[in-house]
């Protein structure tokens, strides 16, 4: 089975702060994916990366950056908090980018800007 | 604009009973359609998938129809229990305009399978 671990599953942070939400996934997938997930609004796209070291912006990627130094592991990175950001955030990853492949979810960070 | 919909926020039924989540889009070019449940405090996890070329797929309670035509899927659940109760997401691939890797989530149906 796939996993897929986010760091943490909780996080309060104060507006300003730099953030940092780590995943890791033990499959050797290529793509892995961040996502937010807020009431009414569905998934949205924030980041994605289809090697290390590469990138490619999503739906809302603005004050967002990432890091793919290492093929499992895939940062997301609030450059300085806003409470526009409190939100559930999940990363995902998939072997090949082929829409009948599935991706495989983490259990999410729930960040708290205050 | 939203290119996936799940106009539904919520749905109940009895155990039992069968559960049809529905769900439209409005892109033509999209290839595969997925569903995804949720459980709260978890993340989503694949279902069922659906190629654009097909209209039936079913893999056991599990059955997702798909009307081109009428650019609408629904997710039927037979028979439902109550362990089904969760959140469910549609999602879309392809798209056209390079991005076949992104899915395009609806925002989701709550089901909520009564005892």
């Known amino acids: 089975d796939v996993k897929v671990t986010q760091s943490s599953r909780y996080l309060v942070k104060r507006t300003g702060e730099k953030v940092f939400l780590e995943c890791v996934q033990d499959?050797?997938?290529?793509?892995m994916f961040w996502y937010r997930q807020d009431p009414g609004l569905g998934l949205r796209l924030i980041y994605f990366?289809?090697?290390?070291?590469?990138?490619e912006k999503g739906d809302i990627p603005e004050g967002y950056s990432v890091s793919r130094e290492k093929k499992e592991r895939f940062s997301l990175i609030l450059e300085s908090a806003s409470t526009n950001q409190t939100s559930m955030y999940l990363c995902?990853?998939?072997?090949?980018?082929?829409?009948?492949?599935?991706?495989?979810f983490g259990d999410g960070t729930r960040l708290s800007i205050l | 604009d939203q290119q996936v919909k799940q106009n539904s926020p919520s749905l109940s039924v009895q155990e039992g009973r069968i559960s049809i989540l529905n769900c439209d889009y409005t892109?033509?070019?999209?290839?595969?359609f997925l569903w995804y449940k949720k459980y709260p405090a978890e993340g989503p996890t694949f279902l069922i998938s659906?190629?654009?070329?097909?209209d039936k797929n079913e893999d056991g309670r599990f059955t997702v129809f798909l009307n081109k035509s009428a650019k609408h899927l629904s997710l039927h659940i037979v028979p439902s229990q109550p362990g089904d109760s969760a959140v469910y997401f549609c999602?879309?691939?392809?798209?056209?305009?390079?991005?076949?890797?992104?899915?395009?989530f609806g925002k989701g149906t709550l089901l909520t399978v009564n005892p």
């Open positions: 999602a879309a691939s392809g798209g056209g305009g390079g991005s076949n890797y992104k899915l395009t």
């Open positions: 892109n033509s070019m999209f290839d595969y």
């Open positions: 990366s289809y090697d290390v070291k590469m990138k």
């Open positions: 659906i190629s654009s070329i097909k």
């Open positions: 995902a990853s998939t072997y090949q980018l082929l829409g009948n492949q599935p991706q495989h």
């Open positions: 499959m050797d997938h290529e793509n």
